[in-house]
């Protein structure tokens, strides 16, 4: 299957913005969604685990939701800073072929 | 705390075989329930899984790369590799190592919760 995501999105500070994540192929709730947040030059850190969980120090401001009728999970950030600014990736996996897929990643900008 | 660090040549020929290592500290390979990643990220691109494999030597691979890759894992050095033959230009990426929870089973969840830094591999003759 694959995820598809929008290429970029850009808001301004303090706003809150939301990014999709949609699945082609199988249900978006059989299997977990994880977002990653990637800086240039840095390797990617989560923000998001299973589902809607957060790691500790991921500030309450990002926080991620599925749809079942869209067949979508979405990333969304309260409060925006301009140290959000960077690459999100949602990622999730195949149990029946033993497959993890990303996403194909959306560039935020914050201005 | 769990580090995972690659190493290995930062530039391959055309048509040679890419090879990479990744040791794990802080930390055992042979952890339960815990498989060991490849991931790659050309430049300018996205994230692409490789494959993974667990500490019992058991190996998934994408679609796209499994008639060319191989990982395997040596638990003595808490470490575990790629190979990649007939690599081309495309090949070029920034190649990280990672841990995840399993994505097959009661215990799946599919989450790559650790990373290296990554390792710049170009392909170029």
């Known amino acids: ?111 | 705390q769990l580090q995972l660090q690659e190493s290995g040549p930062g530039l391959v020929k055309p048509s040679e075989t890419l090879s990479l290592t990744c040791t794990v500290s802080g930390g055992s390979i042979s952890t339960r329930n815990y498989y060991w990643g490849l991931i790659r990220q050309p430049p300018g691109k996205g994230l692409e899984w490789i494959g993974s494999v667990y500490y019992t030597g058991s190996t998934y691979y994408s679609t796209s790369l499994k008639s060319r890759a191989t990982i395997s894992v040596d638990t003595s050095k808490n470490q575990f590799s790629l190979k990649l033959n007939s690599v081309t230009a495309a090949d070029t990426a920034v190649y990280y190592c990672a841990r995840h929870t399993p994505f097959v089973g009661i215990a799946a969840r599919g989450w790559f919760d650790s990373w290296g830094q990554g390792t710049l591999v170009t392909v170029s003759s």
């Open chain 1, 1 to 111: 299957f694959m995820l598809t995501q929008p290429r970029s999105v850009s808001e301004s500070p303090g706003k809150t913005v939301t990014i999709s994540c949609i699945r082609s192929g199988g249900n978006i709730g059989s299997n977990y969604v994880q977002w990653y947040q990637q800086r240039p030059g840095s390797a990617p850190t989560t923000v998001i685990y299973e589902d809607y969980q957060r790691p500790s120090g991921v500030p309450d401001r990002f926080s991620a939701s599925i749809d079942s009728s869209s067949n979508s999970a979405s990333l969304s950030i309260s409060g925006l800073k301009t140290e959000d600014e960077a690459d999100y990736y949602c990622q999730s996996y195949d149990s029946t072929n033993a497959i993890g897929v990303f996403g194909g990643g959306t560039k935020l900008t914050v201005l």
